[in-house]
């Protein structure tokens, strides 16, 4: 891998948002704040309380995560070091680069993560096994 990414270019991000005496408002635009182009959206929802999902890592798929409601944490590795990030606002999101290990874990029950991808689903693009993605990145 050429570029090694780390957990510290994960970052988490500010989407704003617009207050109105009936609720909030917040905006995704590619081409703005937002670190890639969208081209998949999809969201994990009617998860246990609890309970963890991801445990995977991309070769080249950028991926933006939002607690759209709820909460749950993100852990994160490099394959050196280790990361562990609380989403549990609508208007504030988690840039995860490729080449970096993440697992979803401790959703509330309840909680909904809105995922945000640069790709369309690609399986040959996933490193599921946590062995291989030691390798990949030590390649």
């Known amino acids: 891998m050429k570029n090694k990414p780390n957990v510290f270019e994960c970052s988490v991000v500010d989407l704003g948002k617009i207050n109105f ?4 408002l917040t905006v995704i635009e590619n081409n ?12 994990l929802y009617d998860i246990a309380g609890g309970e963890s999902r991801g445990a995977h ?13 709820g909460s749950f944490e993100v852990s994160l590795n490099d394959g050196e070091f280790k990361r562990q990030i609380f989403l549990n606002r609508p208007d504030m999101g988690l840039h995860i680069p490729p080449g970096v290990w993440a697992s979803e874990v401790n959703f509330s029950s309840g909680a ?21 993605f030691l390798n990949y990145i030590n390649e």
Do not use: M, W
Not at 32 to 43: E, N
Not at 57 to 69: M, N, P, V, W
């Open 32 to 43: 703005s704040q937002f670190p890639f182009k969208v081209k998949r959206v999809f969201y």
């Open 112 to 132: 909904i993560c809105l995922v945000l991808a640069s790709h369309t689903y690609n399986e040959a693009d996933y490193i599921r096994e946590y062995d291989d």
């Open 21 to 24: 005496s009936e609720g909030n």
């Open 57 to 69: 890592a991309h070769k080249e798929c950028h991926q933006f995560l939002i607690a759209a409601s």
